[in-house]
């Protein structure tokens, strides 16, 4: 089985994932992560306005048969939340590095990102 | 403690199921998804690898006497090839296990075959054999567990695929057992079940457990699918919904007391004919959330912003669309309509009390 590892995102040991974009990054669970939890039927996010830490626990996604706390993989203030995710959670096993994004924040510091997993290095972690 | 294989282990393997630890058996838990499985079973028909249940049998002249004493229900009043959902209780009347008993067909060798849950075999099989002792009773009792394979075949669709494989099953009436050659297999045809669908249960010489699974077309699922359809059906989970030692529940509180006949003697009955007399103080009733949320065993309930219990078993129901849960409550809190607040992590989500089944046909 091979999972989606983007060129374009770095990850987490924890299975997520950040994308930036300008000044702003979008955050969400890999293709990996989506494929061990299963059916995805809730996820809890912070509000727009909260901010989120590196490593520190930002919400909670929860499949069928499985609880999973969610780690933020950058520092910043959410500047927007997907909430299509509310009413349709299964966007994250469809398309967990599109339409199953859970959240864009307002970057603190840049450097966090460098510190990050490589597609590569994440890639050997899932191998 | 190394995790015991099911005859099919190899089979799974090679369909890149998922597996978990259940009941010290190493089972799919997952083979597509749990959504496509349930609805497989709802729609069509779904087959489950169940090899994990065990297989006790009993012989001789004194079986009857010895499954009577040691299960709930009247054992007494099943002819050759009936099924009987019963309970096994302690000296308090709480559930050790909750089984299937078959009354096997004349034909066959034992009089008795039960299925106890997954891990509890040996417990069952020791049970039995040292109340033989005690009452001096003369039967034969053996643990068949590894020698028997068994699968379920569920769905709407069950009957009419099992029917292409051997003759006319559906002569073969609810909770009856019969003999049937499938795909050249001896199989018991059990119509019994746990997903609130039409279908049977095959029990057959574990050697033979690939052909049996590769003659059944249909949909594999695995346990995480067979947990959200009987929670949907209202069916308690051995070792979940009742607990001998973390949870233990007599099956007045349990939600099962149409298996205790009090006009037989067994082990609990005379603290079940107390608890039938004076009414039982906490119940186990079926849940629906009001909100977004999803109810999970070991949660708090509360009313008023005070906990009055516990969950059992939550999940979100792929059926109906919403999180659905079982738990204990005051009784005076157990009747449908009720609201009920399940504490998600910390957080008040509305629920509502709803006579069970949540589904059912």
């Given at each position: 089985m091979s999972f989606d590892v983007p060129d374009d995102c770095r990850y987490l040991e924890s299975h997520e994932w950040v994308r930036r974009d300008g000044d702003t990054a979008h955050i969400g669970i890999t293709d990996f992560a989506q494929d061990e939890l299963g059916d995805v039927v809730f996820v809890e996010l912070p509000e727009v306005g909260e901010s989120v830490e590196k490593d520190a626990e930002f919400g909670v996604i929860e499949s069928i048969k499985a609880v999973s706390d969610l780690y933020?993989?950058?520092?910043?203030?959410?500047?927007?939340?997907?909430?299509?995710?509310?009413?349709?959670?299964e966007l994250v096993n469809e398309d967990p590095f599109g339409d199953g994004w859970m959240l864009e924040v307002d970057l603190d510091d840049e450097s966090e990102l460098e510190a990050l997993l490589s597609p590569a290095e994440y890639d050997d972690q899932i191998a | 403690m190394s995790l015991r294989t099911p005859p099919l282990g190899e089979a799974h393997a090679a369909a890149e199921a998922k597996l978990t630890e259940f009941g010290g058996w190493e089972m799919p838990v997952e083979f597509d998804s749990i959504t496509v499985e349930h609805e497989a079973v709802r729609e069509s028909a779904g087959k489950f690898d169940v090899s994990h249940m065990g297989e006790i049998e009993l012989s001789g002249p004194d079986s009857t006497e010895l499954m009577n004493r040691l299960t709930t229900n009247d054992v007494s009043a099943l002819d050759p090839g009936d099924a009987q959902y019963s309970a096994i209780t302690d000296e308090d009347g709480d559930i050790i296990d909750d089984t299937v008993v078959y009354r096997l067909p004349e034909a066959d060798d034992a009089a008795f075959l039960f299925i106890p849950n997954a891990g509890h075999d040996e417990d069952a099989h020791d049970r039995w054999v040292e109340h033989r002792e005690e009452w001096g009773l003369d039967a034969t009792v053996e643990n068949a567990t590894t020698e028997?394979?068994?699968?379920?075949?569920?769905?709407?669709?069950?009957?009419?695929?099992?029917?292409?494989?051997?003759?006319?099953?559906?002569?073969?009436s609810r909770f009856t057992v019969a003999h049937r050659d499938v795909a050249g297999v001896d199989c018991l045809v059990a119509r019994t079940g746990y997903t609130g669908e039409d279908g049977v249960e095959l029990l057959f010489d574990a050697d033979d457990s690939e052909a049996v699974w590769s003659a059944l077309e249909c949909q594999p699922c695995g346990l995480g699918a067979r947990d959200t359809l009987r929670l949907e059906a209202g069916f308690l989970l051995s070792g979940q919904d009742f607990h001998i030692e973390d949870n233990p529940r007599n099956p007045y509180e349990a939600d099962i007391g149409f298996v205790v006949d009090l006009d037989t003697e067994f082990v609990g009955r005379e603290a079940l004919a107390a608890a039938a007399e004076s009414g039982v103080e906490e119940k186990l009733v079926g849940f629906r959330l009001q909100e977004r949320g999803i109810a999970r065993h070991g949660y708090d309930l509360a009313v008023d912003g005070e906990v009055v219990g516990t969950v059992s078993s939550g999940t979100m129901s792929p059926t109906l669309g919403d999180a659905i849960g079982l738990g204990y409550v005051p009784t005076e809190y157990a009747d449908p309509g009720t609201e009920l607040d399940v504490l998600v992590r910390g957080r008040e989500k509305r629920a509502e009390v709803e006579e069970l089944p949540f589904y059912g046909r």
């Open positions: 933020a993989p950058v520092s910043g203030d959410v500047v927007s939340v997907n909430e299509d995710l509310f009413d349709a959670p | 028997y394979g068994m699968i379920a075949l569920q769905g709407p669709d069950a009957l009419s695929l099992l029917g292409e494989l051997c003759e006319a099953p559906e002569d073969i």
